[in-house]
């Protein structure tokens, strides 16, 4: 599967790469450190991703401003993303449905429970009938 991470924070870029290595499939990750750069990627006419995985607090382009971009692109909006964050608020939860999340995970403080969220994230999105670009 391949994954476009959307992430600011080394640590978190870091605490999925460990989790991916021990998972048994693998997967292609492309890294993007804020919406721009994964703006950029995503037009840059190579492959699309099979699943976008965003943060939303970041710096220059927050993930709201990165969703409203993709949900509204003809191509990209189909694209499943999944909101990987530390926000519990409630108002950001409901903007981010209302544009076509495909779910909304909280960053849990624990590394084992990070990890467990991850691999059942990662085991559904690997059965789901994805949009092949």
């Known amino acids: 599967m391949d994954i476009l991470l959307i992430e600011d924070d080394i640590i978190e870029v870091m605490k999925l790469e460990r989790t991916l290595s021990k998972v048994q499939a693998k997967h292609n990750v492309v890294k993007a450190v804020n919406g721009e750069e994964a703006l950029k990627i995503l037009k840059s006419g190579h492959k699309l991703p099979d699943i976008i995985l965003l943060d939303l607090n ?3 382009m927050s993930g ?3 969703l409203e ?4 692109d003809n191509v990209l909006q189909y694209l499943p993303t999944i909101i ?13 449905y209302q544009l076509g999340i495909a779910g909304y995970l909280i960053k849990p403080l624990k590394y084992e429970d990070y990890e467990s969220k991850i691999k059942k994230l990662l085991e559904y999105w690997s059965v789901n009938q994805l949009v092949k670009g």
């Open 58 to 60: 970041m710096p220059m």
């Open 84 to 96: 990987l964050t530390t926000s519990e608020n409630r108002v950001d939860l409901l903007r981010c």
């Open 69 to 72: 971009i993709v949900k509204d």
């Open 64 to 66: 709201i401003e990165f």
